[in-house]
């Protein structure tokens, strides 16, 4: 096996074993991404000598048996949102051309501090919103590989590395996974600090992470999840170990949203369907469940809130720089400067009642299932359709993205799975058992 | 007022409130986003809302 097919516990393995070095396994990276990167354009910076000034400092420590924690020397990236010490953080916008903040955001911290290595930033849409990156899907270079966390899902799915950051408003994280043949997650909102990632909106941004299997998403939420007291939205909920967690894995109770299926194309559907019926046989309790009426409102609620959220959080820019802009985000901050107050509270009041509907469907499974798209990704530059993670991010509830097979044409696919908030360990347990089932996500031919 | 009407009617008032504050020719760039603008503001306002449903600021992590 190549070094740049390792995943992050194969890698965070063989460099405690001291079979692989982190200057090697940094180095078989940088030379992927120097192959690839022309044509897959992931990479927004990509910090060469100070991935490699890491890379030493942890096969020095290694080789004097120290080890800074569980992801000692393992390379990720983070999207170009999330604040970088000393490295260009833009934002996929002109608006933020030349910024370089002085702090990590709190994930790229945490990943530091448990040894892993920050090899660069990551396209993004801009904003986070739609105008888009300028990355393409490795699976197929003529087709998007989703967005907003457009090069985070590539770059992983190109094995340029690991493990990425990406954020999830509306359904920026699990999308591109899936459309990258991806393991993408997003947590209950507040498990993951937002401290330090440029917000779209204060209620609904949530950190995502994409690898390459369940186990690895485990090991990545359990570094980064937890209270931080800089974030007003943190949660104090305590944080299990998800590695032990998903350990426990058993065949699982699932409820099947029906209503998604006939959303998404037929063969979308039909693979999706033969992903759960595989795991019927394999001894999942598979049941039928509809969603609350709330469920109807979802986008039109999401709509105003995100809108409301953004043109607060811009105004200022706005005000100085409204040219600077594209064209999406410029439309998506000037419509929320416009939603009037009363709408954007009743669409606070309609998504707890959503969440409130919502909650004995989810006492009595331990997922609810999706597909992850109503598509495979589609051709051009625009970032698809996240209705399918709408609500989840809506809602703050925890979701997941596995693959599940590929479409006629090779484009990969996935199974949504969805669960109550704080309730990830039960949720990555339940996809590890289903990964198992389904069998992991293959690499793209590039 | 039911949905349609007052779609019709948001419509009317998200242009007026465009032109007066972006001016006439960013307010005819909105144009196209403004109907499904007022769309969704339309469901939002006709949706039943239980009358003791507060809203949700955040999604109630902190414990």
Redesign the interface.
């Known amino acids: 096996m190549s070094l740049h097919e390792l995943d992050i516990v194969d890698a965070a393995r063989a460099i405690r074993d001291k079979v692989v070095s982190p200057v090697d396994l940094v180095d078989a990276l940088l030379e992927r991404i120097e192959a690839l990167d022309a044509r897959v354009q992931a990479w927004a910076y990509v910090d060469r000598p100070g991935a490699r000034a890491a890379a030493r400092q942890a096969t020095d420590e290694a080789a004097h048996g120290v080890f800074r924690g569980p992801l000692h020397g393992v390379p990720f990236g983070a999207k170009d949102i999330f604040y970088s010490a000393g490295l260009p953080t833009e934002g996929g916008s002109k608006v933020m051309a030349g910024f370089v903040p002085d702090y990590d955001a709190t994930a790229v911290a945490r990943l530091k501090a448990a040894g892993a290595i920050l090899l660069g930033k990551l396209h993004t849409t801009e904003f986070a919103t739609t105008d888009p990156a300028p990355t393409r899907n490795p699976w197929n270079l003529a087709c998007t590989p989703g967005g907003s966390s457009s090069g985070s899902a590539a770059a992983v799915a190109a094995r340029m590395v690991p493990l990425a950051l990406g954020s999830q408003t509306i359904g920026s994280n699990v999308r591109p996974a899936s459309y990258c043949g991806l393991v993408g997650f997003k947590p209950t909102f507040g498990r993951i600090s937002t401290r330090g990632v440029m917000p779209l909106s204060y209620t609904q941004d949530h950190v995502g992470l994409m690898a390459r299997n369940v186990e690895d998403v485990a090991l990545a939420l359990t570094v980064t999840a937890g209270h931080d007291r800089d974030d007003p939205s943190s949660s104090r909920a305590p944080v299990p170990d998800y590695m032990d967690a998903i350990t426990r894995r058993r065949a699982p109770r699932i409820a099947v949203l029906r209503e998604l299926f006939e959303r998404a194309t037929a063969e979308v559907a039909d693979v999706t369907a033969q992903a759960v019926s595989r795991l019927a046989r394999a001894g999942a309790t598979v049941e039928e469940a509809k969603l609350p009426p709330t469920f109807r409102v979802v986008p039109a609620a999401a709509y105003l809130i995100t809108r409301g959220d953004t043109a607060s959080i811009h105004a200022d820019r706005y005000a100085s720089k409204a040219d600077l802009y594209r064209p999406a985000i410029r439309s998506f901050i000037e419509m929320g400067m416009l939603i009037p107050g009363d709408l954007y509270v009743r669409a606070l009041r309609i998504r707890r009642q959503f969440r409130r509907e919502l909650a004995p469907l989810l006492n009595r499974y331990d997922a609810l299932l999706t597909p992850t798209t109503p598509g495979p990704a589609p051709e051009g530059m625009g970032t698809g359709d996240p209705q399918f993670q709408t609500p989840w991010s809506l809602s703050g509830l925890p979701s997941i993205t596995v693959p599940c097979g590929l479409t006629g044409s090779g484009l990969p696919l996935g199974i949504q799975l969805v669960s109550g908030s704080f309730t990830e360990a039960t949720l990555l347990a339940t996809a590890a058992w289903c990964e198992d089932i389904l069998g992991r996500g293959q690499p793209p031919s590039l | 007022m039911d949905r349609d009407s007052l779609r019709a009617q948001f419509v009317t008032e998200?242009r007026a409130?465009?032109e007066r504050?972006?001016g006439a020719a960013?307010a005819a760039?909105?144009e196209p986003?403004i109907a499904d603008?007022a769309?969704?503001?339309a469901?939002?306002?006709t949706?039943p809302?239980?009358a003791e449903?507060?809203?949700?600021?955040?999604?109630?992590?902190?414990?």
Not at chain 2, 53 to 63: G, K, R
């Open positions: 998200l409130a465009a504050r972006f960013r760039l909105l986003i603008a769309g969704w503001m469901e939002v306002a949706y809302v239980d449903e507060p809203p949700a600021f955040y999604a109630e992590p902190a414990s």
